[in-house]
Protein backbone atom coordinates (compact mmCIF):
# COMPACT_ATOMS: atom_id res chain seq x y z
CA UNK A 1 0.00 0.00 0.00
CA UNK A 2 2.81 2.36 1.28
CA UNK A 3 4.97 1.83 -1.60
CA UNK A 4 1.81 2.35 -4.24
CA UNK A 5 1.65 5.82 -2.56
CA UNK A 6 5.11 6.66 -3.23
CA UNK A 7 4.91 6.12 -6.95
CA UNK A 8 1.60 7.38 -7.76
CA UNK A 9 3.16 11.29 -7.94
CA UNK A 10 5.64 10.20 -10.99
CA UNK A 11 2.49 8.99 -13.35
CA UNK A 12 4.15 9.91 -16.33
CA UNK A 13 3.58 9.10 -20.21
CA UNK A 14 6.59 7.90 -21.22
CA UNK A 15 8.13 9.06 -24.72
CA UNK A 16 10.43 5.60 -24.91
CA UNK A 17 11.70 2.46 -23.76
CA UNK A 18 14.94 4.15 -23.27
CA UNK A 19 14.09 6.02 -20.69
CA UNK A 20 12.62 2.91 -19.16
CA UNK A 21 15.07 1.89 -16.00
CA UNK A 22 14.81 -1.04 -13.31
CA UNK A 23 12.35 0.56 -10.56
CA UNK A 24 9.78 1.26 -13.29
CA UNK A 25 6.37 0.40 -12.89
CA UNK A 26 3.78 -0.05 -16.23
CA UNK A 27 1.21 -2.59 -17.94
CA UNK A 28 3.10 -5.40 -18.95
CA UNK A 29 1.82 -8.29 -21.35
CA UNK A 30 1.79 -11.62 -18.97
CA UNK A 31 3.05 -14.63 -21.27
CA UNK A 32 0.44 -17.17 -21.81
CA UNK A 33 -2.23 -14.53 -20.92
CA UNK A 34 -4.38 -11.79 -22.52
CA UNK A 35 -3.60 -9.68 -19.27
CA UNK A 36 -1.73 -6.58 -18.92
CA UNK A 37 -1.26 -6.49 -15.27
CA UNK A 38 1.01 -3.86 -13.53
CA UNK A 39 4.56 -4.95 -13.26
CA UNK A 40 7.96 -4.13 -11.84
CA UNK A 41 10.97 -3.51 -13.87
CA UNK A 42 13.62 -5.86 -11.71
CA UNK A 43 16.08 -5.55 -14.32
CA UNK A 44 17.26 -4.69 -17.70
CA UNK A 45 19.82 -6.65 -20.24
CA UNK A 46 20.73 -6.34 -23.16
CA UNK A 47 20.42 -9.51 -25.58
CA UNK A 48 22.71 -9.16 -29.31
CA UNK A 49 21.09 -5.43 -29.07
CA UNK A 50 17.74 -5.62 -27.90
CA UNK A 51 16.98 -4.93 -24.57
CA UNK A 52 14.78 -7.81 -22.08
CA UNK A 53 13.20 -6.93 -19.30
CA UNK A 54 12.99 -9.43 -16.22
CA UNK A 55 9.37 -7.86 -14.66
CA UNK A 56 7.40 -9.02 -11.20
CA UNK A 57 3.49 -8.95 -11.91
CA UNK A 58 2.79 -6.57 -8.31
CA UNK A 59 -0.11 -8.69 -7.34
CA UNK A 60 1.29 -11.93 -8.49
CA UNK A 61 3.60 -14.45 -6.87
CA UNK A 62 6.88 -14.34 -7.86
CA UNK A 63 6.98 -17.42 -9.60
CA UNK A 64 5.49 -15.92 -12.37
CA UNK A 65 8.33 -13.33 -12.89
CA UNK A 66 9.63 -13.55 -16.43
CA UNK A 67 11.99 -11.96 -18.89
CA UNK A 68 10.17 -10.08 -21.38
CA UNK A 69 10.73 -8.26 -24.71
CA UNK A 70 9.69 -4.58 -25.74
CA UNK A 71 6.94 -5.78 -27.06
CA UNK A 72 5.29 -6.77 -24.10
CA UNK A 73 5.47 -3.46 -22.68
CA UNK A 74 2.54 -0.67 -22.66
CA UNK A 75 4.49 2.87 -22.03
CA UNK A 76 1.74 4.72 -22.32
CA UNK A 77 1.55 5.25 -18.56
CA UNK A 78 4.81 4.06 -16.77
CA UNK A 79 5.38 5.02 -12.85
CA UNK A 80 9.01 6.31 -12.46
CA UNK A 81 10.56 5.45 -9.00
CA UNK A 82 11.02 8.03 -6.40
CA UNK A 83 14.65 8.62 -5.82
CA UNK A 84 14.71 8.06 -2.72
CA UNK A 85 12.92 5.47 -2.74
CA UNK A 86 15.08 3.23 -4.14
CA UNK A 87 14.41 0.69 -7.19
CA UNK A 88 11.53 -1.10 -4.90
CA UNK A 89 12.59 -4.41 -4.39
CA UNK A 90 10.47 -4.16 -1.43
CA UNK A 91 7.50 -5.11 -3.45
CA UNK A 92 5.08 -6.54 -0.78
CA UNK A 93 3.04 -9.54 -3.21
CA UNK A 94 -0.40 -9.71 -0.93
CA UNK A 95 -1.51 -13.32 -1.58
CA UNK A 96 -4.97 -14.18 -2.52
CA UNK A 97 -6.30 -16.48 0.36
CA UNK A 98 -9.15 -19.01 0.39
CA UNK A 99 -10.03 -21.42 2.94
CA UNK A 100 -9.45 -24.63 1.90
CA UNK A 101 -12.85 -27.39 2.52
CA UNK A 102 -14.43 -25.85 -0.44
CA UNK A 103 -17.42 -23.11 -0.96
CA UNK A 104 -16.65 -19.18 0.20
CA UNK A 105 -16.12 -19.24 3.95
CA UNK A 106 -16.36 -15.60 5.16
CA UNK A 107 -13.18 -14.43 7.33
CA UNK A 108 -13.36 -14.76 11.18
CA UNK A 109 -15.23 -11.78 12.23
CA UNK A 110 -12.88 -11.03 14.88
CA UNK A 111 -9.37 -12.56 15.86
CA UNK A 112 -9.62 -13.63 19.44
CA UNK A 113 -5.98 -14.58 19.31
CA UNK A 114 -4.18 -11.28 18.44
CA UNK A 115 -1.02 -11.95 16.06
CA UNK A 116 2.01 -9.66 16.28
CA UNK A 117 2.72 -8.44 12.75
CA UNK A 118 5.14 -10.40 11.19
CA UNK A 119 8.95 -8.65 11.23
CA UNK A 120 9.28 -8.38 7.30
CA UNK A 121 12.54 -8.48 5.58
CA UNK A 122 12.74 -8.71 1.56
CA UNK A 123 16.41 -9.32 1.69
CA UNK A 124 15.46 -12.66 2.50
CA UNK A 125 17.34 -14.92 0.21
CA UNK A 126 21.50 -14.80 -0.28
CA UNK A 127 23.37 -15.40 -3.14
CA UNK A 128 25.80 -18.52 -3.17
CA UNK A 129 28.89 -16.21 -1.15
CA UNK A 130 26.38 -15.49 1.79
CA UNK A 131 25.11 -18.47 2.06
CA UNK A 132 27.70 -20.26 4.32
CA UNK A 133 28.22 -16.73 6.28
CA UNK A 134 24.59 -16.80 7.16
CA UNK A 135 24.59 -20.85 7.79
CA UNK A 136 27.43 -20.16 10.21
CA UNK A 137 25.40 -17.37 11.71
CA UNK A 138 22.30 -19.69 11.62
CA UNK A 139 23.71 -22.04 14.00
CA UNK A 140 25.02 -19.45 16.53
CA UNK A 141 21.57 -18.02 16.61
CA UNK A 142 19.57 -21.14 16.26
CA UNK A 143 19.90 -21.55 19.79
CA UNK A 144 18.37 -18.35 20.91
CA UNK A 145 15.46 -17.96 18.49
CA UNK A 146 13.62 -15.13 18.45
CA UNK A 147 9.90 -14.89 18.72
CA UNK A 148 7.55 -17.22 16.47
CA UNK A 149 6.71 -15.68 13.04
CA UNK A 150 3.15 -16.19 12.93
CA UNK A 151 1.94 -14.46 10.11
CA UNK A 152 -0.34 -17.09 8.61
CA UNK A 153 -3.25 -14.38 8.96
CA UNK A 154 -0.96 -11.76 7.60
CA UNK A 155 -0.60 -10.33 3.90
CA UNK A 156 3.22 -9.76 4.46
CA UNK A 157 5.62 -10.15 1.53
CA UNK A 158 8.59 -12.21 1.82
CA UNK A 159 9.91 -12.80 5.87
CA UNK A 160 13.05 -15.72 6.44
CA UNK A 161 12.39 -18.51 7.40
CA UNK A 162 14.72 -18.32 10.40
CA UNK A 163 15.53 -14.88 11.76
CA UNK A 164 18.95 -15.50 10.13
CA UNK A 165 21.82 -13.00 10.68
CA UNK A 166 20.05 -10.65 12.47
CA UNK A 167 23.28 -8.82 13.36
CA UNK A 168 24.79 -7.99 10.24
CA UNK A 169 21.89 -7.51 8.15
CA UNK A 170 20.71 -5.41 10.25
CA UNK A 171 23.41 -3.11 9.54
CA UNK A 172 23.23 -3.92 5.84
CA UNK A 173 26.54 -4.53 5.38
CA UNK A 174 25.52 -8.72 4.65
CA UNK A 175 23.77 -8.28 2.04
CA UNK A 176 24.15 -5.57 -0.98
CA UNK A 177 21.27 -4.04 -2.60
CA UNK A 178 23.07 -5.91 -5.69
CA UNK A 179 22.48 -9.11 -4.62
CA UNK A 180 19.17 -8.63 -3.39
CA UNK A 181 18.55 -8.34 -7.47
CA UNK A 182 20.32 -10.93 -8.18
CA UNK A 183 18.60 -13.45 -5.61
CA UNK A 184 15.12 -12.06 -6.81
CA UNK A 185 15.72 -13.16 -10.19
CA UNK A 186 15.48 -16.50 -11.35
CA UNK A 187 18.62 -18.14 -12.43
CA UNK A 188 18.18 -21.43 -13.94
CA UNK A 189 16.64 -21.84 -16.94
CA UNK A 190 15.59 -25.67 -16.67
CA UNK A 191 16.60 -28.83 -15.10
CA UNK A 192 15.92 -32.51 -15.69
CA UNK A 193 14.86 -34.50 -12.72
CA UNK A 194 14.01 -38.54 -13.61
CA UNK A 195 11.84 -38.14 -16.46
CA UNK A 196 10.27 -34.87 -15.15
CA UNK A 197 11.60 -31.31 -17.21
CA UNK A 198 11.12 -28.67 -15.24
CA UNK A 199 11.17 -24.87 -15.10
CA UNK A 200 12.29 -23.46 -12.00
CA UNK A 201 9.83 -20.75 -10.33
CA UNK A 202 12.52 -18.73 -7.94
CA UNK A 203 16.33 -18.42 -7.49
CA UNK A 204 18.73 -21.02 -6.02
CA UNK A 205 22.15 -20.68 -5.37
CA UNK A 206 23.75 -23.75 -7.82
CA UNK A 207 27.47 -23.02 -8.85
CA UNK A 208 27.72 -19.98 -11.87
CA UNK A 209 28.82 -22.16 -14.06
CA UNK A 210 25.71 -24.30 -13.63
CA UNK A 211 23.11 -21.89 -13.84
CA UNK A 212 24.34 -19.91 -17.59
CA UNK A 213 23.19 -23.78 -19.14
CA UNK A 214 20.09 -24.52 -20.57
CA UNK A 215 19.41 -27.34 -18.24
CA UNK A 216 20.72 -28.89 -14.89
CA UNK A 217 20.55 -32.42 -15.38
CA UNK A 218 20.15 -33.72 -11.63
CA UNK A 219 20.49 -37.43 -10.66
CA UNK A 220 16.78 -38.63 -9.33
CA UNK A 221 18.25 -40.66 -6.60
CA UNK A 222 21.16 -38.89 -5.30
CA UNK A 223 20.33 -35.51 -6.48
CA UNK A 224 23.70 -34.49 -7.91
CA UNK A 225 23.59 -32.04 -10.46
CA UNK A 226 25.77 -32.74 -13.85
CA UNK A 227 25.98 -29.85 -16.32
CA UNK A 228 24.90 -32.15 -19.66
CA UNK A 229 22.85 -35.46 -19.92
CA UNK A 230 25.83 -37.26 -20.81
CA UNK A 231 27.81 -36.64 -18.25
CA UNK A 232 24.11 -37.13 -16.11
CA UNK A 233 24.48 -40.67 -17.91
CA UNK A 234 28.18 -41.75 -16.88
CA UNK A 235 27.06 -40.73 -13.17
CA UNK A 236 24.33 -43.63 -13.45
CA UNK A 237 26.18 -45.49 -14.48
CA UNK A 238 28.13 -45.37 -11.06
CA UNK A 239 25.51 -44.18 -8.85
CA UNK A 240 23.89 -47.20 -7.31
CA UNK A 241 20.91 -45.75 -5.64
CA UNK A 242 17.54 -46.11 -6.70
CA UNK A 243 16.10 -44.54 -3.39
CA UNK A 244 17.07 -42.08 -1.27
CA UNK A 245 19.45 -42.52 1.02
CA UNK A 246 18.22 -43.03 5.22
CA UNK A 247 15.83 -45.40 6.18
CA UNK A 248 12.94 -46.42 4.93
CA UNK A 249 9.70 -45.77 7.70
CA UNK A 250 7.16 -46.32 5.76
CA UNK A 251 5.59 -48.15 2.44
CA UNK A 252 2.22 -48.54 2.18
CA UNK A 253 1.30 -49.79 -1.57
CA UNK A 254 3.65 -47.90 -3.84
CA UNK A 255 4.40 -44.56 -1.47
CA UNK A 256 7.55 -44.28 0.86
CA UNK A 257 8.51 -42.24 3.53
CA UNK A 258 12.72 -41.86 4.06
CA UNK A 259 13.99 -40.66 6.96
CA UNK A 260 17.84 -38.96 6.56
CA UNK A 261 20.07 -37.69 9.30
CA UNK A 262 21.39 -34.04 7.67
CA UNK A 263 24.37 -35.16 9.39
CA UNK A 264 24.78 -38.08 7.97
CA UNK A 265 23.83 -37.79 4.87
CA UNK A 266 24.94 -33.98 4.04
CA UNK A 267 25.97 -34.49 0.44
CA UNK A 268 22.18 -35.63 -0.22
CA UNK A 269 20.63 -33.03 2.13
CA UNK A 270 22.10 -30.35 0.58
CA UNK A 271 21.25 -31.27 -2.83
CA UNK A 272 18.06 -31.53 -1.60
CA UNK A 273 18.33 -28.09 -0.03
CA UNK A 274 19.37 -26.92 -3.48
CA UNK A 275 16.63 -28.36 -5.44
CA UNK A 276 13.89 -26.77 -3.34
CA UNK A 277 14.58 -23.67 -3.22
CA UNK A 278 14.31 -23.57 -6.89
CA UNK A 279 10.69 -24.16 -6.17
CA UNK A 280 10.47 -22.58 -2.86
CA UNK A 281 10.80 -18.49 -2.33
CA UNK A 282 11.15 -17.98 1.19
CA UNK A 283 13.44 -20.93 2.04
CA UNK A 284 16.80 -19.58 3.48
CA UNK A 285 19.18 -22.41 2.93
CA UNK A 286 20.73 -23.82 5.47
CA UNK A 287 24.30 -25.43 4.31
CA UNK A 288 24.39 -26.46 7.68
CA UNK A 289 22.26 -29.68 7.62
CA UNK A 290 23.08 -31.07 10.61
CA UNK A 291 20.24 -29.54 13.37
CA UNK A 292 17.53 -31.31 10.57
CA UNK A 293 16.24 -34.34 9.67
CA UNK A 294 14.09 -35.20 6.15
CA UNK A 295 11.45 -36.82 5.46
CA UNK A 296 11.77 -37.89 1.53
CA UNK A 297 8.18 -39.31 0.18
CA UNK A 298 8.66 -41.21 -3.02
CA UNK A 299 6.28 -43.51 -5.72
CA UNK A 300 8.00 -46.65 -6.44
CA UNK A 301 7.94 -48.24 -9.85
CA UNK A 302 10.15 -51.08 -12.05
CA UNK A 303 12.45 -47.85 -12.18
CA UNK A 304 12.87 -47.30 -8.25
CA UNK A 305 11.79 -45.01 -5.76
CA UNK A 306 11.08 -41.44 -7.45
CA UNK A 307 11.05 -38.05 -5.53
CA UNK A 308 7.57 -36.41 -4.58
CA UNK A 309 7.99 -34.48 -2.20
CA UNK A 310 9.60 -33.59 1.06
CA UNK A 311 9.71 -31.96 4.27
CA UNK A 312 12.36 -31.25 6.71
CA UNK A 313 12.17 -30.83 10.68
CA UNK A 314 14.42 -29.85 13.36
CA UNK A 315 15.72 -32.41 15.88
CA UNK A 316 15.00 -30.46 18.30
CA UNK A 317 12.58 -27.98 18.21
CA UNK A 318 12.13 -25.55 21.19
CA UNK A 319 8.85 -23.93 19.53
CA UNK A 320 6.99 -27.41 18.72
CA UNK A 321 7.64 -27.30 15.43
CA UNK A 322 7.07 -30.25 13.27
CA UNK A 323 8.15 -28.90 9.88
CA UNK A 324 10.76 -26.14 8.79
CA UNK A 325 10.64 -26.99 4.81
CA UNK A 326 7.88 -28.79 3.25
CA UNK A 327 7.39 -29.16 -0.58
CA UNK A 328 5.62 -31.21 -3.30
CA UNK A 329 7.55 -31.42 -6.47
CA UNK A 330 5.83 -29.50 -9.35
CA UNK A 331 4.80 -32.54 -11.36
CA UNK A 332 3.00 -34.07 -8.17
CA UNK A 333 1.45 -30.81 -6.87
CA UNK A 334 -2.51 -31.16 -6.90
CA UNK A 335 -2.78 -34.79 -6.78
CA UNK A 336 -3.27 -35.05 -3.25
CA UNK A 337 0.53 -35.65 -2.07
CA UNK A 338 0.83 -32.40 -0.44
CA UNK A 339 -1.83 -33.41 2.18
CA UNK A 340 -0.34 -36.66 2.43
CA UNK A 341 3.24 -35.04 3.47
CA UNK A 342 1.41 -32.81 5.40
CA UNK A 343 -0.22 -36.04 7.29
CA UNK A 344 2.55 -37.88 7.47
CA UNK A 345 4.54 -35.63 9.69
CA UNK A 346 1.37 -34.96 11.78
CA UNK A 347 1.60 -39.07 12.63
CA UNK A 348 5.14 -38.52 13.48
CA UNK A 349 4.12 -36.05 16.30
CA UNK A 350 1.58 -38.57 17.39
CA UNK A 351 3.80 -41.05 17.84
CA UNK A 352 5.94 -38.51 19.67
CA UNK A 353 3.08 -37.84 21.68
CA UNK A 354 3.25 -34.14 20.73
CA UNK A 355 1.26 -30.93 18.95
CA UNK A 356 3.17 -29.22 16.17
CA UNK A 357 2.52 -26.88 13.89
CA UNK A 358 4.89 -25.57 11.01
CA UNK A 359 7.43 -22.98 10.64
CA UNK A 360 6.07 -19.90 9.41
CA UNK A 361 6.05 -18.18 6.64
CA UNK A 362 4.42 -20.43 4.55
CA UNK A 363 4.46 -20.61 1.12
CA UNK A 364 0.91 -19.65 -0.39
CA UNK A 365 0.95 -22.91 -2.06
CA UNK A 366 1.94 -24.05 1.63
CA UNK A 367 -0.47 -21.97 3.26
CA UNK A 368 -3.71 -23.66 1.63
CA UNK A 369 -2.57 -27.04 1.83
CA UNK A 370 -2.22 -26.22 5.52
CA UNK A 371 -5.72 -24.49 6.05
CA UNK A 372 -7.08 -27.33 4.04
CA UNK A 373 -5.77 -30.31 5.93
CA UNK A 374 -6.62 -28.45 9.22
CA UNK A 375 -10.26 -27.71 8.37
CA UNK A 376 -10.64 -31.35 6.96
CA UNK A 377 -9.25 -32.98 9.94
CA UNK A 378 -10.92 -31.08 12.20
CA UNK A 379 -13.93 -31.71 10.65
CA UNK A 380 -13.55 -35.03 10.18
CA UNK A 381 -13.08 -35.47 14.26
CA UNK A 382 -16.24 -33.29 15.17
CA UNK A 383 -18.23 -35.10 12.39
CA UNK A 384 -17.51 -38.66 13.81
CA UNK A 385 -18.38 -37.45 17.55
CA UNK A 386 -21.61 -39.29 18.77
CA UNK A 387 -23.65 -37.77 21.77
CA UNK A 388 -22.96 -38.73 25.04
CA UNK A 389 -26.49 -39.10 26.34
CA UNK A 390 -29.96 -38.66 24.75
CA UNK A 391 -31.02 -35.42 23.57
CA UNK A 392 -27.43 -34.43 24.62
CA UNK A 393 -25.20 -33.09 22.15
CA UNK A 394 -21.74 -34.40 21.54
CA UNK A 395 -19.14 -32.53 23.60
CA UNK A 396 -15.63 -31.85 23.16
CA UNK A 397 -12.56 -29.55 24.40
CA UNK A 398 -9.82 -27.44 22.03
CA UNK A 399 -7.08 -29.96 23.70
CA UNK A 400 -9.19 -33.18 22.87
CA UNK A 401 -8.74 -31.78 19.19
CA UNK A 402 -5.52 -31.38 19.65
CA UNK A 403 -4.69 -34.02 21.46
CA UNK A 404 -6.77 -36.35 18.56
CA UNK A 405 -5.01 -34.69 15.84
CA UNK A 406 -1.29 -33.41 17.27
CA UNK A 407 -2.67 -29.93 15.89
CA UNK A 408 -1.50 -26.99 17.63
CA UNK A 409 -3.69 -25.47 19.59
CA UNK A 410 -3.66 -21.83 18.04
CA UNK A 411 -3.72 -23.56 14.85
CA UNK A 412 -7.08 -25.41 15.86
CA UNK A 413 -8.70 -22.14 17.42
CA UNK A 414 -7.36 -20.42 14.18
CA UNK A 415 -9.12 -22.93 11.68
CA UNK A 416 -12.92 -23.40 13.88
CA UNK A 417 -12.84 -19.19 13.47
CA UNK A 418 -11.53 -19.27 9.85
CA UNK A 419 -14.50 -21.75 9.31
CA UNK A 420 -17.10 -19.60 11.34
CA UNK A 421 -17.65 -22.34 13.53
CA UNK A 422 -17.73 -21.00 16.96
CA UNK A 423 -20.44 -19.61 18.41
CA UNK A 424 -21.18 -18.31 21.87
CA UNK A 425 -24.62 -18.95 23.67
CA UNK A 426 -25.97 -18.88 27.23
CA UNK A 427 -22.67 -18.59 28.71
CA UNK A 428 -21.18 -21.28 26.74
CA UNK A 429 -19.04 -22.13 23.00
CA UNK A 430 -21.11 -23.90 20.69
CA UNK A 431 -19.95 -25.14 17.42
CA UNK A 432 -22.22 -25.04 15.10
CA UNK A 433 -21.59 -27.29 11.51
CA UNK A 434 -24.16 -26.02 8.96
CA UNK A 435 -25.38 -28.35 6.13
CA UNK A 436 -22.87 -26.45 3.60
CA UNK A 437 -20.26 -26.79 5.55
CA UNK A 438 -20.93 -30.49 5.94
CA UNK A 439 -21.47 -31.56 2.80
CA UNK A 440 -18.34 -29.65 1.52
CA UNK A 441 -16.48 -31.99 4.15
CA UNK A 442 -17.77 -34.81 1.93
CA UNK A 443 -16.60 -33.79 -0.92
CA UNK A 444 -13.52 -32.90 -0.10
CA UNK A 445 -12.95 -36.28 1.79
CA UNK A 446 -13.76 -38.30 -1.36
CA UNK A 447 -10.91 -36.98 -3.42
CA UNK A 448 -8.75 -37.70 -0.47
CA UNK A 449 -8.15 -41.34 -1.56
CA UNK A 450 -4.59 -41.63 0.06
CA UNK A 451 -4.36 -41.74 3.08
CA UNK A 452 -1.23 -42.10 5.57
CA UNK A 453 -1.53 -45.57 7.93
CA UNK A 454 -0.35 -45.78 11.11
CA UNK A 455 0.00 -49.03 11.07
CA UNK A 456 2.50 -48.83 8.37
CA UNK A 457 4.73 -46.52 9.99
CA UNK A 458 7.83 -48.29 11.56
CA UNK A 459 9.64 -45.44 13.56
CA UNK A 460 10.47 -44.74 17.46
CA UNK A 461 11.15 -41.20 17.71
CA UNK A 462 14.68 -40.15 19.26
CA UNK A 463 15.28 -37.60 22.17
CA UNK A 464 17.91 -36.12 20.41
CA UNK A 465 18.09 -33.72 23.62
CA UNK A 466 19.91 -36.24 25.21
CA UNK A 467 22.13 -36.66 23.13
CA UNK A 468 25.75 -34.32 23.81
CA UNK A 469 25.85 -34.12 19.61
CA UNK A 470 24.14 -35.34 16.59
ZN1 LIG B 1 23.05 -40.36 -8.34
Same mark, same amino acid.
Given at each position: ???????????T??????????????????T???????????????????K??????????????????????????????????? !???????????????????P?????????????V??????????????????????????????????Q?????L??????????????S?????????????????????????????????????????????????????????????????????????????????F???????????????????????????????????F???T????????????F?????S????????????????????G????????????????????????????????????????????????????????????????E??????????S !????????????????????????????????????????????????????????
Open positions: MKIDMEYMDDSVCDSVSSLVEGCRLPVHMGTNDWPLAEIISIKDVQGSCYYVHYVDFNKRLDEWVTEESLDTRKVHFPRKDVG !TGTGVSTPKKISIGGGGSVPPPMAVISRPSSPNNSELLNGNAVLAAALQKKMNRKRKGPSLDNEDSDGPVPVPAMPGPRQSGSMVHHDDIVTRMKNVEMIELGRHRLKPWYFAPYPQEMVNLPCIYICEFCLKYRKSRKCLERHLVKCNLRHPPGNEIYRKENISFEIDGRKNKVYAQNLCLLAKLFLDHKTLYYDTDPFLYVMVFDNRGFHIVGYSKEKETEDYNVACILTMPPYQRKGYKLLIEFSYELSKFEGKTGSPEKPLSDLGLLSYRSYWAQTILEILMSMKPVGENEKPQITINEICLTSIKKEDVI !TLQNLNLINYYKGQYIITLSKEIIQSQYKAMETRKIRIDPKCLHWTPKDWGKRSKW
